[in-house]
């Protein structure tokens, strides 16, 4: 019996070891981070949790082709660039037009697609060319080619964060034309009888990927890919394919625009939120904003009070200098520079060398950046606090630690509750901007279902709907705790 039990532990055993081994063998494959602005169809758009289009697919083969595993981020147009220089991403891929001062900065791979730059107005617009457009309100997407045509050639435009936007601002009226890329034009248009492209085009141009110039080792390997893709007719394949998909899309969309006004917002309505799910988009992305404002708020109140302690007991015993330095340094830096501008710092300098959850990113840049006011209104309230408190504390032979801690931070908790709730609000709305880091948060929802719908009035109105709601639901659980404070009193 003995015997048979020591065999099975043996076998048992072998096992294991050979489970192990075969575990160990396998290497996981290197991950290739392709970073796009999912705004750009037929090129790039969401599809359900996916990010497709001809970009994603023609990446997606030559990852594959090369054995690597892909991750797609989605974020805004201006900080593609940035992402693969600082190594944040090994390839931009959003339709990015080759141009000399963008090849300073990055590789560009051999272009697949010859493309241009044209102009939108609506059908009775007074605008027939280019030279008409002066002296016009012209809206552009911020840091594309077209933006850099109208600025140089024409006049300065209204940037908007992407395509679909500055259509939108078209068709409301706010503005005359719009210059966007040629693709997505034709997509915008057939969806909107109201506007037309003008015959002729402002500028033609090449998209390319960019890839970082400490990465030739991949530039070489994407270029080769793509002349393999290109010669065996993929590639076009590939275009073919995304174009007819959205031309068809346009056209089932339109349909579903006619009727009366009740009809209309029905089908606008199943459209925006019903269709694929799309309400699924503003659900991800408020889970997200709940996420990022709740542990940033910890934070900040953690940073605000030490900062307020630090700085309310040197102005009161004259001690603690160096702390209080670097206290009023961190002030005057964080609440002098905008919070977008710190959340870029943050994610592409500090964090530029590292692989960091981006959801932990935006935590570390709006908790420092909340903790800077909730110190001065936190401050506020203690130096509110009537001196003689303090020296009556003291005179019961409380310590200085145990005064502030019994008789002074309560009192000012209850003074400054109105000013920190106001500041929760603002914090939980200065989330907006984590679309920079392609952090997919309650407002990159709204702008998801835009460029996948066109349509600027639903999913605006529903995403200010879901911000109204917090706020309403914070500030009567504020006034609530007011009230309870008072009645202790």
């Known amino acids: 019996m003995k015997s048979e039990l020591k065999n099975l532990l043996a076998v048992g055993m072998f096992c294991l070891l050979a489970l192990l081994g075969t575990g160990c063998g396998q290497e996981k494959a290197p991950k290739l981070v392709m970073v796009t602005n999912a705004a750009f169809p037929p090129f790039e758009y969401v599809e359900g949790k996916k990010i497709d289009g001809i970009d994603p697919a023609i990446i997606r083969l030559i990852a594959e082709n090369l054995g690597f595993e892909l991750e797609i981020q989605d974020m805004n147009f201006e900080s593609l660039i940035a992402a ?31 493309t241009k730059q044209v102009i939108i107005v609506k059908k009775d617009s007074p605008i027939s060319n280019s030279a008409d457009l002066k002296n016009k309100r012209i809206g552009v997407q911020h840091g594309t080619t077209g933006d850099m045509y109208v600025t140089k050639n024409i006049q300065e435009p209204e940037r908007y964060a992407n395509g679909p936007l500055a259509v939108a601002a078209l068709c409301a009226g706010k503005l005359d034309a719009a210059v966007i890329d040629g693709e997505p034009a034709e997509v915008f248009v057939a969806q909107r009888p109201i506007l037309k492209i003008l015959p002729e085009p402002l500028t033609a141009e090449e998209y390319a990927f960019a890839i970082g110039k400490h990465n030739p080792e991949l530039y070489s390997k994407v270029n ?32 579903l625009d006619k009727g009366g006004l009740w009809e209309q917002l029905r089908s606008s309505f199943e459209i925006n939120f019903v269709k694929d799910q799309r309400y699924l988009y503003l659900w991800r992305g408020f889970i997200v904003t709940l996420k990022v404002t709740f542990l940033a708020l910890i934070m900040g109140i953690v940073i605000g009070f030490t900062v307020a302690v630090i700085r309310s007991a040197a102005d009161q015993t004259g001690k603690l200098k160096l702390l209080n330095l670097f206290c009023r340094i961190y002030l005057t830096v964080i609440r002098g520079t905008p919070v977008v501008v710190q959340l870029l710092i943050i994610y592409f300098v500090i964090f530029g060398a590292v692989d960091v959850d981006k959801v932990v990113v935006a935590v570390i840049a709006f908790g420092i950046n909340s903790g800077a006011y909730v110190a001065e209104i936190i401050r506020s309230g203690i130096m509110s606090i009537d001196r003689g408190q303090m020296e009556a504390g003291r005179s019961l032979g409380l310590s200085y630690a145990q ?29 907006s901007v ?25 999913p605006l109105i529903a995403v200010a709907l879901i911000y109204l709601a917090v706020v309403m639901l914070l500030s009567t659980l504020l006034n609530g705790l007011e009230k309870r404070l008072k009645k202790n009193e």
Do not use: W
């Open 434 to 458: 984590s679309g920079f880091i392609a952090l997919q948060d309650l407002t990159k929802g709204g702008d998801i279902i835009r460029s996948q719908t066109y349509d600027a009035f639903l």
């Open 403 to 431: 005064t502030m801690r019994c008789v002074i931070l309560p009192q000012a908790f209850k003074n400054v509750l109105p000013a920190l709730g106001n500041e929760f609000i603002v914090l939980l709305k200065e989330t």
């Open 84 to 114: 693969v220089q600082s190594g944040k991403a090994d390839i931009a891929a959003a339709g990015i037009t080759v141009t000399e001062e963008r090849k300073k900065q990055v590789l560009f791979s051999m272009p697949y697609v010859v």
């Open 224 to 255: 080769s890919e793509l002349a393999k893709l290109k010669n065996s007719g993929q590639l076009d394949e590939i275009i073919a394919h995304y174009r007819q998909t959205h031309s068809q899309n346009a056209a089932q969309t339109q349909a």
